[in-house]
């Protein structure tokens, strides 16, 4: 496994629409104006510098329309054969299952941690979290898909995994209370949140400071990428590395993995 670090995505300081600010005039004291001054140089040399940790997380979203209408409509069916997905999520030849071990072992997840595995479906990776964090953590798996809950929570307990907590989420939402989880894990479930902007803000906030998320998804490199990946992810890494950042999330580090050709494994975290 290598480390390569990435700096954050570039991003747009918020501001009035152009044409907005000369047809403004404002009375200001000169002492004002030099404090103004002092804060916008500061607010200029902090986005040229990188200092980013300092930009203020944005604010809750307005109602978002779906970025991908009808991308979860399988899981969603209440006939959902869980089987059929254990076979399909849990083969060897799927390469994020097969790296699965290697991949929690990068993470370094902290034993007595709180971990939410974001769209966990069948528990690929749950039983992992669970052992890495101990009985003194915390795993929350998390699913819009009833079927899959009911799975995991059977799966955890056939396991022994009395630290697993399986749990419904809303399209636009993990559900979880504020300052309550240390990590979230999205594995192959980025580029099926319909509400990306929505479901990011909540696990914002329910993230405690320093929070990170670890994402894992498909390369989607138009003509190199397989048809059905072009068609499936909306997204290029680039693009979900802007997203996160508009959303309030520093990229820390994108991981590397001799084993995974596909799929790239990107470090945020929550500022
Ligand atoms: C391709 S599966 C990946 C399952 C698992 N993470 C893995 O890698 O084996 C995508 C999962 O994301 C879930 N999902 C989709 N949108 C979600 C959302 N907004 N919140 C939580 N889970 C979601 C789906 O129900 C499905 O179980």
Request: aromatic share 8%.
């Given at each position: 496994m290598?480390?390569?670090?990435?700096?954050?995505?570039?991003?747009?300081?918020?501001?009035?629409?152009?044409g907005?600010?000369?047809?403004?005039?404002?009375?200001?004291?000169?002492?004002?104006?030099a404090?103004?001054?002092?804060?916008?140089?500061?607010?200029?040399?902090?986005?040229?510098?990188?200092c980013?940790s300092?930009?203020?997380?944005p604010?809750?979203?307005?109602?978002?329309?779906?970025?991908?209408?009808?991308?979860?409509?399988n899981?969603l069916?209440?006939?959902l054969?869980?089987?059929?997905?254990?076979?399909?999520f849990e083969?060897?030849s799927r390469?994020?299952?097969?790296?699965?071990?290697?991949?929690?072992?990068?993470?370094?997840?902290?034993?007595?941690s709180t971990?939410?595995?974001?769209?966990?479906?069948?528990?690929?990776?749950?039983?992992?979290?669970?052992?890495a964090?101990g009985l003194?953590?915390?795993?929350?798996?998390?699913?819009?898909?009833?079927?899959?809950?009911?799975?995991?929570?059977?799966?955890?307990?056939e396991?022994?995994?009395?630290?697993?907590?399986?749990?419904?989420c809303?399209?636009r939402?993990?559900?979880?209370?504020?300052?309550?989880?240390?990590?979230?894990?999205?594995?192959?479930?980025?580029?099926?949140?319909?509400?990306?902007?929505?479901?990011?803000?909540?696990?914002?906030?329910?993230?405690?400071?320093?929070?990170?998320?670890?994402?894992?998804?498909?390369?989607?490199?138009?003509?190199?990428s397989?048809?059905?990946?072009?068609?499936?992810?909306?997204?290029?890494k680039?693009?979900?590395?802007?997203?996160?950042?508009?959303?309030?999330?520093?990229?820390v580090e994108?991981?590397?993995?001799?084993g995974?050709?596909?799929n790239?494994?990107g470090?945020?975290?929550?500022?």
């Open positions: 290598n480390v390569k670090f990435a700096p954050p995505a570039s991003f747009a300081l918020p501001g009035p629409a152009a907005c600010v000369d047809s403004v005039v404002m009375k200001v004291p000169p002492a004002r104006r404090a103004i001054g002092l804060a916008g140089l500061a607010l200029v040399a902090c986005s040229t510098l990188g980013s300092t930009r203020p997380a604010p809750a979203p307005p109602e978002e329309a779906s970025v991908k209408p009808g991308i979860n409509d899981f069916d209440p006939e054969d869980v089987d059929k997905f254990v076979e399909r083969g060897e390469e994020v299952f097969a790296n699965r071990a290697a991949i929690v072992e990068a993470i370094g997840v902290r034993p007595g971990v939410a595995d974001v769209g966990a479906g069948t528990g690929a990776y749950t039983g992992l979290f669970a052992e964090v003194d953590g915390t795993v929350y798996a998390l699913d819009i898909a009833p079927n899959f809950v009911e799975h995991l929570e059977r799966r955890a307990t396991e022994g995994h009395l630290n697993v907590v399986a749990q419904l809303s399209e939402s993990v559900d979880l209370p504020p300052n309550s989880i240390d990590l979230a894990f999205i594995c192959d479930v980025y580029h099926h949140f319909e509400f990306p902007r929505s479901t990011m803000h909540s696990l914002h906030e329910a993230l405690r400071e320093g929070g990170e998320v670890v994402i894992v998804d498909f390369e989607r490199i138009p003509g190199v397989r048809e059905w990946v072009l068609g499936h992810v909306r997204a290029g680039q693009e979900v590395f802007a997203e996160l950042d508009s959303y309030g999330f520093d990229l994108e991981l590397e993995f001799d995974l050709q596909e790239w494994v470090r945020f975290r929550k500022r």
